[in-house]
C-alpha cells in the first residue's frame, strides 16, 4: 500500500507525521513486546522531528531509536546523525542518548557496518531479517535514500546482509552505513519526508515518472509506504489526488 499526502501547509504536515508515527507506535505497543523500533535519518529531517515529534503523546521511555544510516566521522562532527540528534531532538523530548542504537565511528565503514549488525540483531530474531516498526526516511535530488546512491550498485543489490557500507558517497563525507534495501522493504511502516521546492523535481521523477534510483525501490513487502510532502516538494505532480 502507498499512500501519497501533499500537505496545505506545516501545520497539516507536522499533523500526518505525528498521526503515522504515533499509530506505529502504538501498534507496537499492543501488538509486539513493548518497544517501539523506529529507525531514523539525518539531515533536514532532524529539525522536521524536532518540531512536530515533541506535540506525541507516547511513552517514550519504550522508544529504541535506530539510524538508517550514519556518517563514520567524528561523534561530535556536524555531520554526524547523532550529533544532529543529541543537539537538536534529545532536548526537545524525553528520550536519552542511550535510547539511539549507535554506530561506532571509530571503526572503518566496513568494520561499523559488521558491528552495527550485531547491535541491530540485540532487538531482533537473529534468523530473518530485522522488522521495524517504522522507518523515516529522506531523499536526496538525486533520488539516494539513506546512504544508498545511484549506481552504485553494491550496495543497492545486496540481498543479504542487514547494513551495508559505503566508502566513496558522492556527497561529503565519503565513509558511511547504511540500512539495505531488503531490510528497510521488511518494515511494518516507511514515511518518506520530503519539504521545500528543491525536492519537488525528484518527487515527480519518483512518484510519477517511476525512474528507478535507490528511493524508488523502497516499497514494503508487507507494510505501508507514506509519502509526506509539503506544499513545495509536491507542486509538480499533477492535480490528481
Not at 561523534?75 to 542511550?98: G, H, M, Q
Not at 550485531?118 to 530485522?130: A, E, G, H, L, T
Not at 543479504?160 to 558511511?176: G, I, L, Q, S, Y
Amino acid at each position: 500500500m502507498v499512500e501519497i499526502v501533499r500537505t496545505a501547509d506545516e501545520e497539516d504536515l507536522y499533523a500526518y507525521i505525528n498521526n503515522v508515527v504515533s499509530q506505529a507506535a502504538d501498534s507496537a505497543f499492543l501488538h509486539g513486546d513493548g518497544l517501539f523500533r523506529i529507525g531514523v535519518s539525518g539531515g533536514s529531517m532532524v529539525d522536521v522531528l524536532a518540531k512536530c515529534l515533541p506535540k506525541i503523546k507516547t511513552d517514550w521511555s519504550k522508544w529504541r531509536i535506530f539510524f538508517c544510516d550514519e556518517r563514520i566521522v567524528e561523534p561530535n562532527d556536524e555531520r554526524s546523525n547523532l550529533a544532529l540528534y543529541k543537539n537538536s531532538f534529545i532536548n526537545k523530548v524525553p528520550v536519552t542518548e542511550e535510547q539511539f542504537i549507535q554506530v561506532d565511528p571509530n571503526l572503518s565503514a566496513e568494520d561499523a557496518a559488521m558491528d552495527y549488525i550485531k547491535k541491530i540483531s540485540s532487538f531482533f530474531p537473529p534468523d530473518r531479517f530485522p522488522r521495524f516498526d517504522c522507518l523515516l526516511l529522506g531523499v536526496g535530488p538525486d533520488g539516494h535514500t539513506c546512504s544508498l546512491f545511484p549506481n552504485h550498485t553494491r550496495a543497492l543489490e545486496e540481498i543479504n546482509m542487514w547494513v551495508t557500507w559505503e566508502v566513496d558517497a558522492p556527497k561529503p563525507p565519503p565513509c558511511r552505513i547504511s540500512l539495505t534495501l531488503p531490510v528497510i522493504n521488511n518494515a511494518r511502516v516507511c514515511i518518506f519526508i520530503a519539504t521545500g521546492s528543491s525536492k519537488a523535481d525528484i518527487v515527480k521523477r519518483i512518484l510519477e515518472n517511476k525512474e528507478d534510483l535507490p528511493a524508488s525501490r523502497v516499497k514494503p513487502n508487507n507494510g505501508v509506504l507514506y509519502w509526506l510532502l509539503d506544499k513545495d516538494a509536491g507542486s509538480l505532480l499533477d492535480s490528481t489526488p
